[in-house]
């Protein structure tokens, strides 16, 4: 293997809010924090360069101005899928209506900030 995806950058007009949100989403945990704002999030047990990409969640001052060309997927690991989905929308996710069948074994969900993501069936073995 040549490469592997060690973080994902997210920017965000509001860091802190987007980095709670993620860490309670994904069981992740505040692992650093630059001078511009900016602050990482990981796994709790591994950090940068463990088996799972961390998130940074970098300050701008720009709305997300139109759609974005990459997304995040999320399966759960400890509940079904519809389970899973209320927990996110709890926390803060809200449906996103993208032109979906209703036959889809996936849901399109927006984090706080806009950002689509989605809620996949398969649940997962945890890391």
């Not at 992740?28 to 799972?52: K, M």
């Not at 989905?85 to 803060?92: D, I, M, T, V, Y």
């Amino acid at each position: 293997m040549a490469c592997r995806i060690s973080e994902l950058v997210i920017d965000a007009v509001d860091p802190e809010r987007l980095a709670a949100f993620w860490s309670d989403v994904l069981g992740y945990v505040e692992l650093d924090r630059e001078e511009d704002g900016s602050i990482e999030i990981g796994p709790p047990d591994a950090g940068f360069g463990g088996p799972q990409p961390t998130l940074v969640l970098s300050p701008t001052g720009d709305p997300r101005p139109k759609k974005l060309r990459l997304h995040i997927d999320v399966n759960a690991t400890d509940r079904d899928q519809d389970a899973e989905l209320e927990r996110l929308l709890a926390l803060g996710a809200r449906r996103a209506d993208i032109g979906q069948t209703g036959a889809e074994s996936w849901y399109v969900l927006l984090d706080p900030e806009g950002n689509e993501f989605c809620l996949l069936r398969k649940r997962l073995k945890p890391v």
